[in-house]
C-alpha cells in the first residue's frame, strides 16, 4: 500500500510563499498519477494541480500562475511551490496518488491520500 506523508505547511503573511513536500513510501512517480488537493475551510476538496508518469502536468485554471507542482524521483518526493500566497489559500493541502490507469487528471479518483498539512495565510 502506498503512503504518503506531507509536510511544510506553515503559517505565513500574504504574498509569501511556501513549498509544500510529499514523501512516498518507495519510488511510484513511474507508476502513478500524483495530485495535489486543499481543502478550506467549510468547503469541499478542491483539486490544485496533477503530474503524470511523463512528468506532464496540468493545473486548476484559477491556480496555475501562483502554485507549481513537480517531482524529485532521486528524493521519493513531490512538492507543491505556493507563490504570492492570499488569505483565501488557508487550507488543509494534500497530496494523493493512483495507479496509472487512464488519464493523470484532477477529476479521477485517487486511491491513496495523505493525512494533510496546514496552510494558513494572514
Not at 20 to 27: F, Q, T, V
Not at 79 to 85: A, E, I, P
Not at 104 to 121: A, D, E, I, K, P
Request: charged share 15%; hydrophobic share 35%.
Amino acid at each position: 500500500d502506498v503512503q504518503l506523508v506531507e509536510s511544510g505547511g506553515a503559517s505565513v503573511q500574504a504574498g509569501g510563499s511556501l513549498r509544500l513536500s510529499c514523501a512516498a513510501s518507495g519510488y511510484i512517480f513511474n507508476s502513478h498519477c500524483m495530485a495535489w488537493f486543499r481543502q478550506l475551510p467549510g468547503k469541499e476538496r478542491e483539486g490544485i494541480a496533477v503530474i503524470d508518469s511523463d512528468g506532464d502536468t496540468a493545473y486548476a485554471e484559477s491556480l496555475k500562475d501562483r502554485f507549481t507542482i513537480s517531482v524529485d524521483n532521486a528524493r521519493n518526493t513531490l512538492y507543491l511551490q505556493l507563490n504570492s500566497l492570499e488569505p483565501e489559500d488557508t487550507a488543509v493541502y494534500y497530496c494523493a496518488a493512483t495507479p496509472n490507469a487512464g488519464n493523470c487528471v484532477l477529476s479521477r479518483f485517487f486511491l491513496n491520500l495523505g493525512q494533510g498539512t496546514q496552510v494558513t495565510v494572514s
